[in-house]
């Protein structure tokens, strides 16, 4: 029935050597893999795996009802080289990533290498993890954001926004907070809701995006439009 843990020993799909562009799943419902109650990492992105693989539609820690949790025993997709997405914001491309990892060093994606960057990761239902929704460079807690970015790493340590208040209005929520990155640039944050506030931190349901430009000083202030509340869901 899809609920039952029939994991491999080590990792669900690994993606290692040729040329890449690979597709794990697809927009399609059919398309989906459940890759979940594996002993290892739900999907390995190895460093020899060529580029562009691409992450759709998955179901990685739970089981084929999309919610039981049914996790693998460390990451949920871990990606130790450059240009690959996982996930995205159109139809059919998020996946679940839930309920991965055994202790507060594993959870939902990892960026591993140093050198490694252009990895994609957005839209996606990230939850139920001790460990952190994303982690970019060593595994466990990531450094704090860094005047204008400066610091290397997996996809550059990339500073994240600070969110100053949220407010609702009936059925939407508003988000106003500030970045700092590289000076006049451009940069694309992606806003996420949670039933519950988490520590880890992570984002269950996708709420919008906003674009927005840096100054001189790599700072830029934020007002989100108005994002429609989603309906509760247990955690």
Excluded: M
């Excluded at 039952?4 to 398309?31: E, F, H, R, W, Y």
């Excluded at 005047?147 to 508003?174: C, E, F, K, M, Y």
């Amino acid at each position: 029935n899809g609920l039952a843990d029939l994991g491999n020993g080590a990792a669900g799909i690994q993606v290692s050597g040729g040329a890449g562009l690979n597709t794990i799943g697809g927009t399609a419902g059919g398309a989906r893999n459940v890759i979940s109650g594996n002993d290892s990492t739900g999907i390995l992105i190895d460093s020899d795996s060529g580029g562009g693989t691409v992450v759709f539609g998955n179901y990685v820690g739970v089981g084929a009802d999309g919610t039981t949790a049914l996790g693998n025993s460390a990451w949920g997709v871990e990606v130790r080289n450059s240009n690959h997405t996982i996930g995205g914001i159109g139809a059919g491309e998020a996946n679940v990533i839930a309920y991965n990892g055994t202790g507060p060093s594993q959870g939902g994606v990892w960026v591993r290498n140093l050198a490694t960057t252009s990895v994609t990761v957005r839209g996606n239902s990230i939850y139920g993890h001790t460990g952190l929704g994303i982690d970019l460079n060593t595994a466990g807690p990531d450094a704090a954001p860094d005047n204008l970015d400066t610091d290397g790493g997996a996809n550059n340590r990339q500073n994240w926004p600070v969110i100053t208040s949220a407010g609702t209005n009936g059925a939407t929520i508003t988000i106003s907070g500030t970045f700092n990155s590289r000076a006049s640039s451009t940069y694309v944050l992606d806003f996420y809701s949670n039933p519950a506030a988490d520590a880890s931190p992570e984002g269950r349901t996708y709420l919008g995006s906003l674009t927005v430009f840096t100054d001189a000083a790599g700072d830029a202030a934020f007002t989100t439009p108005a994002f429609a509340v989603p309906v509760a869901v247990g955690d």
